[in-house]
């Protein structure tokens, strides 16, 4: 740009202005409003290079010259800060708009989960034991055979393995069938006395059917300390059957076996007109406790289990112990 006289550059300033306020007044965004603001007003603007040619004009006609640039520059200044409001003031209502929520509109029901019935059943068995004074224990689904069979006195050779039958794994390690081991992995670990309630799921290879599966779970409760008989534990089951079902129902001791306790006897408790078996039970067999480095001499103690489909199904009123397992929200839309 070439210019020699003071009325030129006076008429390039005038251009500048009218070319600046038609651009300023025609962006939408902040980004290009700044973008205007640097080409002409920056540094290296279009109204920096006008200006370098006042040095050609006379010391008395630069005075004049730069009290016109100041007033354009002014203008543009004030201009490109109204627009600059005007566009955030349109960006944040744009924003109000798009996030405003219509509170008339009605609004996404999402249905709110309800306890499987099986899980409620062990919080509720849960809750009456820690209530007298157990604490819960857990332990490993995958075990060996020692915490699962030969610590509970049942060797390889031991005819009562058949009634457990279960899955082996390829490194000789398997399924529990019970959660009794859970209770050696915790008397491994602590002194007497103890009191402790093992929940969790336990597999066996069973014919399923009404009322068996192959995977099922138990609660089995343990204690052991100086003096305990089989009163305290036919106590314990007595205070524990009367808060499980609500009623002082009749309750019987029949004599069984089992490998890990000795004596050893099964539940029953009288419910809607017949004997019910509900438990298994008994006192610690001498073998076990020595397994884990007790004094059978000085510690005695109890041990009881419990299938958990078993009490869900009679505190349900549930005829097929499948429905538990089928995900039928019809079925399940009644707990």
């Known amino acids: ?18 070319e600046a306020k038609i651009a300023i007044a025609q962006v939408t965004t902040l980004a290009q409003l700044e973008q205007l603001r640097i080409d002409y007003l920056g540094k290296k603007g279009k109204l920096s290079q006008i200006l370098r040619e006042m040095g050609k004009l006379s010391p008395q006609d630069r005075p004049r010259i730069g009290a016109l640039a100041n007033e354009v520059k002014e203008g543009l200044q004030e201009q490109l800060e109204r627009q600059r409001q005007d ?6 209502q744009a924003q109000l708009e798009a996030e405003t929520l219509d509170v008339t509109m009605p609004g996404v029901g999402r249905p709110l989960g309800r306890i499987h019935p099986l899980n409620g059943t062990i ?23 020692y915490y699962n ?7 390889a050779d031991h005819p009562a393995r058949d009634m457990q039958d279960t899955f082996y794994l390829p490194d000789g390690n398997l399924l529990r069938t019970h959660t009794s081991s859970v209770q050696i992995r915790y008397m ?15 597999y066996r290879r069973d014919t399923v059917d009404a009322t068996h599966s192959a995977v099922f779970h138990q609660v089995e409760l343990l204690a052991v300390d100086r003096g305990l008989t089989f009163n305290d534990l036919k106590g314990t089951i007595k205070e524990f059957i009367r808060q499980m079902f609500g009623a002082e129902l009749p309750v019987r001791f029949r004599a069984s076996y089992f490998p890990f306790t000795e004596p050893s006897a099964e539940v029953d408790v009288q419910w809607q007109g017949k004997w019910l078996e509900v438990m298994g039970c008994g006192m610690v067999d001498p073998n076990v406790l020595k397994a884990v480095g007790y004094d059978p001499e000085i510690y005695t103690g109890f041990a009881a289990g419990l299938g958990v489909e078993r ?20 079925f399940l839309r009644q707990f």
């Open 149 to 155: 069979f030969e610590a509970l006195n049942t060797p």
């Open 188 to 202: 491994e670990t602590h002194e007497p006395p103890i009191r402790i309630v093992a929940p969790g799921r336990v």
């Open 123 to 145: 919080d509720r068995v849960l809750d009456i034991f820690v209530g007298l004074g157990y604490k819960v224990a857990t332990g490993p689904h995958v075990e060996t055979d």
């Open 87 to 92: 566009l955030q003031a349109a960006q944040i």
């Open 1 to 18: 740009m070439t210019i020699t006289s003071i009325s030129q550059i006076e008429s390039e300033l005038h251009l500048l202005q009218q």
């Open 311 to 330: 009490f869900a199904m009679v505190l349900h009123q549930i005829d097929d112990i499948r429905r538990l397992y089928n995900s039928d929200l019809r």
